[in-house]
C-alpha cells in the first residue's frame, strides 16, 4: 500500500510538467500497434475483488485509484506525446458497483477517469462463480467485460476481457489471484491513415481484500501483463 501511494504522489506532483497524449506524424505502424496493445491494458479495469461471488442481496460500491508504469523509453510512447517526453506513469481513478444475483452470478459496471492520459472509459462485466467457496474450499470464478473509451481525439478504442479467478477467505483477509486476456480493437483518429489494430495480451494479478469491519472491504492489487499495474480500492460490499 505504502508503494502505491508513494507513486500516486509522485505521479500527481510531476502533472504540470508532462506534456499531452497525442499521436505525432513520426509515428510508425508498428509502434501503433504496441501503443494500442499498451492503452488497451490502461483503460481495461482489473477485477479489484475476490473471486467469491456477492450474496443474491448483495452489492459492492466502491472508488478505485490504478497506478500504471509506463515504459517512457519506447518510441511508440515519445511519438504518443506532444513533446517526446511522455509521463512515466499513469493515474486512472474509477468509480465500480457491482450486484449480486441468485446461482453465483454478479453484474457489474464502472466508469474509470484517466488523468496523465484523458479518457473516459465504461465498463460492463459479468461474472459466473464456478465455486463459490467454503470454510475448507476456494471460490473459483470466470469473467468477460466489454469496455468503451470516450474523449481521446487521436485513437478510438474498445477492449473485449475474459478471466479466471480463485480467491480463500481466511479471518478478515482474502488473498486472490487471475489470469486475464484482454482483447484490443484500436482505430487511428491522428490522421496518419494507420490500419486499425485487433491485438490480444494476457495479464496475471494478485490481490489480497481486507474487511476490517462489517460491510467495509479495502483491496490492494498488483497486475502484470502489456504494463504493470498497481490498485487500491475502498468501497462497501456486502
Do not use: C
Amino acid at each position: 500500500m505504502k508503494k502505491i501511494l508513494v507513486l500516486a504522489m509522485v505521479l500527481l506532483t510531476s502533472i504540470a510538467f508532462a506534456g499531452e497524449f497525442e499521436i505525432q506524424p513520426s509515428m510508425t505502424q508498428a509502434q501503433f500497434d504496441s501503443l494500442a496493445k499498451e492503452m488497451g491494458a490502461i483503460v481495461t479495469p482489473t477485477p479489484n475483488s475476490p473471486a467469491e461471488p456477492l450474496k443474491t442481496l448483495g452489492f459492492d460500491i466502491a472508488l478505485e485509484t490504478s497506478v500504471i508504469d509506463i515504459d517512457d523509453d519506447q518510441a511508440y510512447w515519445e511519438n504518443a506525446w506532444d513533446n517526446g517526453d511522455p509521463s512515466g506513469m499513469a493515474l486512472v481513478s474509477r468509480v465500480h458497483v457491482q450486484k449480486g444475483f441468485p446461482f453465483g452470478l454478479d453484474i457489474g459496471a464502472s466508469v474509470s477517469k484517466g488523468h496523465t492520459i484523458p479518457f473516459t472509459a465504461v465498463t460492463g462485466e459479468v461474472k459466473y462463480a464456478l465455486l463459490k467457496g467454503t470454510i475448507a474450499t476456494p471460490a473459483i470464478s470466470v469473467k468477460g467485460s466489454f469496455t468503451k473509451v470516450f474523449g481521446m481525439e487521436d485513437i478510438s478504442i474498445n477492449t473485449l476481457s475474459a478471466g479466471a479467478y480463485i480467491s480463500k477467505g481466511i479471518l478478515f483477509l482474502t488473498p486472490y489471484a487471475g489470469i486475464e486476456t484482454v482483447y484490443t480493437m484500436a482505430t487511428d483518429d491522428s490522421g496518419n491513415d494507420f490500419d486499425k489494430v485487433n491485438t490480444n495480451a494476457a495479464r496475471g494479478l494478485v490481490g489480497l481484500q481486507i474487511s476490517p469491519l462489517p460491510l467495509i472491504s479495502i483491496n490492494l492489487e498488483v497486475a502484470k501483463g502489456a504494463v504493470m499495474q498497481y490498485g487500491l480500492k475502498a468501497g462497501i460490499r456486502f
